[in-house]
C-alpha cells in the first residue's frame, strides 16, 4: 500500500513539473506578435548640377542653375542654393551678376525628415574690369577698366602717355555675347577705337585698333 502512495506522489508531482515547463510568456503579452523594426530614413542622392551656360558675362548673361535628384524613400525633397554668396531656392534658378569671377554654385537638397543631400558646381563670370596689358600697332600698353552695366570706363597707358578710355558721350560698351567696343582718347596725339571679344574665361581679348593711322590692325591683352 505504501509503494502505491508513493508512485501516485511522483506521478502527480512529475505532472506539475511538466506544466510548468511548458509555460511561457511573450514580452509583448499574450497573444500579441513582436512590433516590426522602425524603417530608417534615407538620405536623397544628387546626380549632378546643370549650369547653362557654364561661363558667361557681367552683367549681361543669364545663367540657368539646376540640380538633379532623387529621393530612395520617394520623399518629396526642396532645394536651396549658395551662388556665389547669393541665397536661392528651387529645383532651377536664373540669376545675372554685377561683378566677375570665378563662383561657386553649392545646392542642398532636404527631404523634409532631416537628411539633406549637398553637390557643387563652379562656373565664370567674364568681366572687363581688372588691369589688362597687351601688344598694339604702338607697341606695349597697359589698360585699368572698370566695368559696370554693361559699361567701360579707364585708363590706357603706352610710350607716348596715358589717355582716356570711354571719354564723356562715348563709354566703352560690351554686349551679351562678349564684343567690347573702347574709344581710347589720348589728345592730341590720338583718337582710336578697339574692337574684340573677351573669352569666356574673362581673362583675354583679341581684336583690331581703327584710327589714328591705324586700320583693322590686330591686337590682344591678357589680365
Known amino acids: 500500500m505504501a509503494r502505491v502512495l508513493w508512485a501516485a506522489a511522483a506521478l502527480a508531482a512529475a505532472a506539475l513539473l511538466a ?4 509555460s511561457s510568456k511573450s514580452p509583448t503579452g499574450p497573444g ?3 512590433p516590426p523594426p522602425a524603417t530608417q530614413n534615407r538620405a536623397p542622392v544628387v546626380s549632378g548640377i546643370t549650369i547653362n551656360p557654364p561661363s558667361g558675362f557681367q552683367d549681361r548673361t543669364q545663367f540657368t542653375f539646376s540640380a538633379n535628384a532623387s ?3 520617394g520623399d518629396t525633397l526642396t532645394y536651396t542654393w549658395n551662388i556665389a554668396g547669393n541665397p ?3 529645383q532651377t534658378v536664373t540669376m545675372a551678376f554685377t561683378t566677375g569671377g570665378e563662383g561657386t554654385a553649392t545646392v542642398t537638397v532636404s527631404d523634409g525628415k532631416g537628411a539633406t543631400a549637398t553637390a557643387s558646381q563652379a562656373f ?3 568681366t ?3 588691369t589688362w596689358t597687351g601688344e598694339g600697332p604702338w607697341g606695349p600698353f597697359t589698360m585699368t577698366l572698370t566695368q559696370a ?3 567701360i570706363k579707364g585708363t590706357y597707358t603706352d610710350a607716348i602717355g596715358t589717355a582716356e578710355v570711354g571719354p564723356t558721350g562715348e563709354i566703352g560698351t560690351i554686349d551679351n555675347s562678349g564684343n567690347v567696343s573702347l574709344r581710347v582718347k589720348q589728345a592730341p596725339f590720338a583718337d582710336f577705337r578697339m ?3 573677351l573669352e569666356g574665361n574673362g581673362r583675354r581679348v583679341t581684336g583690331t585698333v581703327s584710327g589714328s593711322g591705324a586700320q583693322g590692325v590686330p591686337f590682344v591683352m591678357m589680365k
Open 19 to 22: 506544466g510548468c515547463g511548458s
Open 32 to 34: 500579441q506578435a513582436n
Open 71 to 73: 529621393d530612395p524613400d
Open 88 to 90: 536661392a531656392s528651387g
Open 124 to 126: 565664370t563670370v567674364a
Open 128 to 130: 572687363m574690369t581688372g
Open 149 to 151: 552695366a554693361g559699361f
Open 195 to 197: 574692337t574684340g571679344v
